[in-house]
């Protein structure tokens, strides 16, 4: 699969748990926020794609790797 944005994010320890990896929750924290970053590069917000909105209605993740305080990760959108 060839993607055409990559945005590299340091992970933040106050989305951990006591054990110190990011809760499994947070995964979709990180989605959100490469998401964004997309939509900036051309000026979009999910409130305005060129007068859409986008809604996300539904979610899959596949963790292949469990990630811990520091840790710098490439979240890849196409």
């Given at each position: 699969m060839v993607?055409?944005?990559t945005l590299s994010i340091q992970v933040d320890t106050g989305l951990g748990t006591p054990a110190n990896h990011l809760?499994?929750?947070h995964y979709l924290v990180l989605f959100q926020?490469?998401?964004q970053a997309y939509l900036d590069q051309f000026?979009?917000?999910?409130r305005d794609i060129e007068?859409?909105?986008?809604?996300?209605v539904e979610v899959n993740c596949v963790?292949?790797?469990e990630l811990f305080h520091q840790d710098q990760i490439d979240v890849k959108c196409k």
């Open positions: 993607y055409k944005f809760a499994h929750h926020e490469a998401r000026g979009y917000s999910e007068g859409f909105r986008m809604f996300i963790y292949k790797k």
